[in-house]
């Protein structure tokens, strides 16, 4: 029974909940999105189950993730499930949003269940992320979340996604604006004299967006606003707008720079 998995991640707690998954289901692959989303046309997967791991994004989907699913063909596909990790809410806003695009693809055919999992935050831009005993006590969670996802898979069992009026009110009038701008959301990025030229961000972002230019790096504009080069930077000298200097950075204590790299499938740009 083999199943594929998509996943996207900035800061690693996507990825580290669809490595979770995978340790439990047996025979399963893990497919960066960043890279599979470069393949033209529609999408069929070889697998048995196939499932999309994605953080939230102002109650909705990453725009690579809803972009993606829009040419991906499940017709074939035994079981399909979503995963949505956020740091508060709005992970059925994004799986519902994630069964209509998928509804309304080449296949035709939606997801049989969706989870979400709360894990820190990272949207560094409105809060700190949490850190010591409160981000602890959400990951030792997310561990369980995860296990308990994993035996819902392997029994393919099938389940409504639930509705929440207030996940979709944020959504209808918050998530447009996002997606509308989300490329040249990089336009606020800036990196200061604490660059070491070490390309850490280059590397890690999982859609290819940085190039380094005269030893630091320049951001192309179709950034997928996922905050990995902010977190991730060793020396943290990179700041989108004034609003970053001094917050907690965050990522995944599971999931290290090597982990993250290479999503996007190209060689970071020199
Ligand atoms: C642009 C952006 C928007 C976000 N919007 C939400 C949101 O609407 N609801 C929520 O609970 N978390 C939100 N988050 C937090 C992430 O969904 C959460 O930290 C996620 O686990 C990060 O996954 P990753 O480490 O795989 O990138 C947002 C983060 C970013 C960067």
Redesign the pocket.
């Known amino acids: 029974m083999m199943t594929t998995m998509y996943y996207?991640?900035?800061?690693?707690?996507?990825?580290a909940v669809a490595k979770g998954i995978s340790r439990d289901i047996g025979e399963c692959e893990l497919v960066p999105l960043g890279s599979a989303a470069a393949a033209p046309g529609v999408i069929v997967p070889a697998a048995d189950r196939v499932g999309i791991v994605s953080?939230?994004?102002?109650?909705g989907l990453p725009s690579i993730v809803a972009d993606f699913s829009g040419r991906l063909d499940l017709s074939g596909v035994r079981y399909a499930f979503g995963v949505m990790?956020?740091?508060?809410?709005?992970g059925s806003s994004a799986l519902r949003q994630l069964d209509a695009i998928l509804k309304g693809g080449p296949g035709t055919r939606g997801l049989d269940s969706g989870f979400s999992v709360r894990?820190?935050?990272?949207?560094l831009l409105l809060y700190n992320s949490p850190g010591g005993k409160k981000c602890e006590a959400m990951l030792l969670d997310a561990d369980r979340s995860m296990h308990e996802i994993a035996g819902a898979v392997r029994k393919e069992a099938k389940m409504t996604i639930p509705w929440s009026p207030l996940q979709s009110i944020?959504h209808r009038m918050m998530y447009p604006r996002?997606v509308a701008g989300v490329h040249e959301a990089d336009r606020s990025f800036s990196v200061d004299d604490r660059c070491t030229s070490c390309g850490t961000c280059a590397e890690v972002c999982p859609v290819g967006n940085i190039r380094m230019e005269g030893g630091h790096p320049t951001w192309l504009h179709h950034c997928e606003?996922?905050?990995a080069c902010i977190h991730l930077c060793p020396t943290e000298a990179i700041q989108a707008g004034k609003k970053t200097e001094g917050r907690t950075r965050y990522h995944?204590p599971g999931i290290g720079i090597e982990d993250l790299k290479g999503q996007s499938g190209k060689p970071p740009s020199k």
């Open positions: 996207f991640s900035g800061t690693g707690n996507s990825l953080p939230v994004y102002f109650a990790t956020m740091g508060g809410s709005g894990m820190p935050g990272n949207y944020i996002f606003q996922c905050l995944h």
